[in-house]
């Protein structure tokens, strides 16, 4: 049973950072995503990144201010968030590949992954 468990969410003013991570549980080599939700809105990406953590991929909403990246020794997911807008408001989920992967883990739609974590809130006020 795979589970994934997000943690680091929180409440910041703009132009703050927070640190999202995710904790994964079984086989962890495997190509894994952040998403987030704003209310009434529908789950979009925001990150991507490979199992071997070699190419990492962003929605243009956040690049140059969030890194993914993972430490597949702690089987765990991070993402960095820096220079936090208030459209950054949302519950953000991890999210785990576990079917057949290509070598360049780019994976950005939601239906592409198997597995999803509960999600934690980040709020960014202006």
């Known amino acids: 049973q795979v589970q994934l468990v997000e943690s680091g969410g929180g409440l910041v003013q703009g132009g703050g950072s927070l640190r999202l991570s995710c904790a994964a549980s079984?086989?962890?080599?495997?190509?894994m995503g952040w998403f987030r939700q704003a209310p009434g809105k529908e789950r979009e990406f925001v990150a991507a990144?490979?199992?071997?953590?070699?190419?990492?991929f962003y929605a243009d909403s956040v690049k140059g201010r969030f890194t993914i990246s993972r430490d597949n020794a702690k089987n765990t997911v991070y993402l960095q968030m820096n220079s936090l807008k208030p459209e950054d408001t949302g519950v953000y989920f991890c999210?785990?590949?576990?079917?057949?992967?290509?070598?360049?883990?780019?994976?950005?739609?939601?239906?592409?992954?198997?597995?999803w974590g509960q999600g934690t809130q980040v709020t960014v006020s202006s």
């Open positions: 999210a785990k590949r576990t079917r057949g992967s290509s070598l360049s883990g780019r994976y950005t739609g939601a239906n592409e992954y198997d597995y």
């Open positions: 079984g086989r962890t080599l495997n190509p």
């Open positions: 990144i490979s199992w071997s953590g070699g190419n990492m």
